[in-house]
């Protein structure tokens, strides 16, 4: 076999990465890991294609290449339940077994105010474990507000389902907005479609407030994830669920302290 990656400046802003019958033979092992839970286990990204400029492709303000640590924007002790809508670990996977990658280009950068990223890969079929060949594609655009703020939207397509026949889509539409040093809120509404399943409860929204002053820190958050909700190239912990959290800090510094 004979493979190709080569990048090309289209301007100064965007970069267009092509690959062909990509090799990830580089890539570092996964750290074992012993899932105790029904919940699965996530791995992060360790591919060099997908690593380059990852951040484009976040939603939401969750973190794109974590779960189960902490929230995005500071959240401390306690889990983040919220759905990572692009995972690229569910490219060239089928089952747990390795699928090749044929074919794959990427778009991302700035081009005045807004970031753009935009991915699509054609993996091969492996018959011998059920693998139909299946096309990824993946859009996002993010605009820049007011001075530390943004909006956005995503949407992604997977030509053959992993659950059923037919296709599976995702669409969102995200803000994030910082105000004064401190105070920073994330929110987002996003659905599913999957030919397998029903469209009812396919939804899912966040409100997530976070306060990090130096002796106040204020933590709110509102989520929910539907039943049929089903990101399939996303990361999802646990469907049909609804969350609040709400955590409150104070921290006094004493005034003599040198007795600290």
């Not at 105070?183 to 009812?200: E, F, K, M, P």
């Amino acid at each position: 076999d004979v493979g190709l990656d080569a990048k090309y400046g289209l301007t100064s802003g965007l970069a267009l990465d092509v690959t062909v019958n990509t090799d990830f033979a580089q890539a570092e092992v996964d750290e074992q890991q012993v899932n105790l839970t029904r919940f699965p286990l996530f791995f992060p990204e360790k591919r060099d294609f997908f690593l380059e400029n990852q951040g484009t492709f976040s939603f939401g303000g969750v973190p794109i290449n974590s779960a189960g640590g902490n929230f995005g924007g500071g959240f401390i002790g306690a889990t983040n339940l919220a759905p990572i809508m692009f995972y690229s670990r569910r490219i060239g996977l089928h089952q747990d077994q390795e699928v090749p990658l044929n074919i794959g280009g990427r778009l991302t950068g700035r081009a005045g105010k807004y970031s753009v990223g935009v991915l699509n890969i054609q993996t091969g079929d492996k018959p011998e474990f059920g693998a139909p060949a299946t096309n990824f594609t993946v859009v996002r655009v993010k605009r820049d507000v007011l001075r530390r703020s943004s909006i956005g939207l995503l949407a992604t397509n997977r030509s053959e389902s992993a659950i059923g026949p037919g296709a599976n889509r995702e669409y969102g539409l995200d803000g994030t907005f910082a105000f004064y040093e401190n105070l920073q809120i994330n929110t987002y509404w996003a659905g599913t479609v999957t030919d397998a399943l029903s469209s009812r409860d396919s939804t899912s929204y966040r409100g997530q407030l976070d306060y990090s002053g130096d002796r106040y820190t204020v933590q709110v958050e509102h989520l929910k994830v539907g039943d049929n909700f089903n990101p399939e190239i996303g990361f999802l912990r646990r469907d049909d669920m609804v969350r609040d959290y709400a955590r409150f800090k104070f921290s006094p510094r004493p005034k003599n302290r040198s007795a600290i």
